[in-house]
C-alpha cells in the first residue's frame, strides 16, 4: 500500500530548508538578531505541523496547526523587515512560500472546525 504524501508537511520542510539557507546569507552578512528570530519562527512551522500528525484529538490537532499559524506570521514580520531594509538581503521567493503555507494552512483549519461540527 503507497503511502500519500503529506502537502503541508513537504512544503513546511522545504519552506524551512529556505529558511536556513536564508538566515546563513543573513548571518553572512552580519544580520543576527533577524537571522536569528526568523531561523526561530521559520522553521518552528514545520516542527508544529509535524508535531499537529500525531495530534490526540481534533481540538489538539487544530491547536498545534493554529500554533503554526502563529510562527507562520512571525515569520511574515521578520521577512517583510528584510524586504523593507535597504542594507538587508530579500529574497522574493520565501514571501511565495510563506504565503502559499499560509493558505494551506488556514484551509486546514477551515475544514477541521467544518468536520468537527458534522
Given at each position: 500500500?503507497?503511502?500519500?504524501?503529506?502537502?503541508?508537511?513537504?512544503?513546511?520542510?522545504?519552506?524551512?530548508?529556505?529558511?536556513?539557507?536564508?538566515?546563513?546569507?543573513?548571518?553572512?552578512?552580519?544580520?543576527?538578531?533577524?537571522?536569528?528570530?526568523?531561523?526561530?519562527s521559520g522553521t518552528s512551522i514545520?516542527?508544529?505541523?509535524?508535531?499537529?500528525?500525531?495530534a490526540e484529538s481534533r481540538a489538539?490537532?487544530?491547536?498545534?496547526?493554529?500554533?503554526?499559524?502563529?510562527?507562520?506570521?512571525?515569520?511574515?514580520?521578520?521577512?517583510?523587515l528584510c524586504e523593507r531594509t535597504?542594507?538587508?538581503?530579500?529574497?522574493?521567493?520565501?514571501?511565495?512560500?510563506?504565503?502559499?503555507?499560509?493558505?494551506?494552512?488556514?484551509?486546514?483549519?477551515?475544514?477541521?472546525?467544518?468536520?468537527?461540527?458534522?
Amino acid at each position: 500500500m503507497g503511502h500519500r504524501k503529506n502537502v503541508v508537511v513537504e512544503k513546511s520542510i522545504d519552506f524551512a530548508i529556505k529558511v536556513i539557507e536564508f538566515c546563513e546569507l543573513l548571518e553572512k552578512e552580519r544580520k543576527f538578531v533577524v537571522a536569528n528570530q526568523l531561523l526561530k519562527s521559520g522553521t518552528s512551522i514545520g516542527a508544529n505541523v509535524h508535531e499537529a500528525q500525531n495530534a490526540e484529538s481534533r481540538a489538539d490537532f487544530i491547536h498545534k496547526i493554529k500554533v503554526a499559524l502563529k510562527e507562520l506570521e512571525e515569520t511574515k514580520y521578520w521577512l517583510t523587515l528584510c524586504e523593507r531594509t535597504k542594507s538587508y538581503p530579500f529574497n522574493n521567493r520565501l514571501n511565495a512560500g510563506v504565503e502559499e503555507l499560509g493558505l494551506i494552512m488556514y484551509k486546514i483549519v477551515s475544514t477541521s472546525k467544518k468536520n468537527a461540527t458534522k
